[in-house]
């Protein structure tokens, strides 16, 4: 165990050397929680010192930080930086005592190392965003939930403590909190058949306690920002606005719309979607399948033309896109609705993760950078080998039967996630890394050889104190 943090320890300073990343989005949770703490005002500053009130972003980050710039000083990013890569290895160990507790002894060690030299989850501990702390709050919820099914009660409050900061730091954690609420109540409303892996119901409502109870405590900080938002802002907002726009605000849907009928990759992402309302666009970034015809082709270029003139965006020139977005989603309805869609979530899944690395989008063109295509096809097939050894995990049901309320709790949050992903305008690999502790939880339980000797029987009441 202590050699596999050893190595991740090395492993995620070294990207803190090298690619440490605070990028715009860092700057804004950074710029609300310096208004937190000066001015006791969550909001954002204008440049000019005044300082208006925002709800574009869940608290959960904000004020995570406000702490540490209470601890270390303001805008100290080095310090938030080496804090996450020790709640990164939290996680890693958070994650092998799921495993152990699961699948055996053999299989904490596996889920530590494979945390550990995981170079995604490090990369992102070198990066001041809410993905470091989200999976530690995904790892606690399971280690929580698989203490809670071994019968100490008391995990409870942690189950609904990881789900509460979950949510407030990225609304789509939501989704962990039904599934793993679901389980909890499949697993109490059941009990083991002597002798056997079958569930049956045992129709007392005595077991949910606590499903109610982390239910409360998920819901009590998202009903106190809500009213915050609709005292503050006059609206009842107790997530975030899907395009982080605050009340009032334009946002331009036509334009989103238009991009959804062809978007599939990330260099979309980085070239159109972010450069939208900041910077140029080239109609050479646009791929083929952009156009369905000449005519349209031409229409296109005229209103990336108009819009390139300002660098944003106004009624009128949203309405050209929103024509165009029409047009081609009558001509093609299941390619809007469906291919695409799908086209997005795979890309995801797949992509090789060197988002805050120098990995060029084009990155599969071998002759114009050799090394960086041998490179991200490396880190393609690495990730393709965590998502392979969990599905063989999951296959592997004996392995499992006896803690199946809590593996369809965590295969849950990756399906209705995917599920969710569907509807996402952009593409950016980072989407899908919360997939990782259920990838390496399934997966250790493949590394572990004595996996099926070691789960024959649940741990419950005593043994498991």
Known sequence: MWAALAVGLALRLWFVRFYANVSEDTLLYGDIAQNLLKHGVYGISNGEGVVRPTLIRLPGYPLFLAALFAVFGVAKYGAVILVQVALDLWTCLLLGGVARRMFGERARLAAIWLGAVCPFL????????????????????????VRWSSGIDRWVWVIGFGLAWGVLLRPEQGLVAACVVVGMIFKSQSTRVAGGNRFVGSGTLRGLTGPLMVCVVVAAPLVGWGFRNLHTMHVFQPLAPRYANDPGEENPYGFQRWYRTWAVDFASTDQVYWNYESAQISIADLPNRAFDSNEQYAQTEAAIADYNETTTSSPELDAKFAALAQERVKTDPIRYYLALPMARVMNMVFRPRGDNLPV???????????RATVFAWAYALLNLAYLTLAWIGFRRKAMWQAWKPVVYAMVGTVVLRALLLLNMDNSEPRYTLEFYPVLIVLGASVLARNSMRNCAAEPTGKASR
């Open 122 to 145: 490090a990369n992102y501990a070198a990066a001041p965003l809410t993905e470091t702390p989200t999976l530690f709050c995904m790892a606690l919820v399971f280690y929580g939930l």
């Open 360 to 370: 060029p989008l084009d990155w599969w063109v071998y002759r114009a950078h050799k």
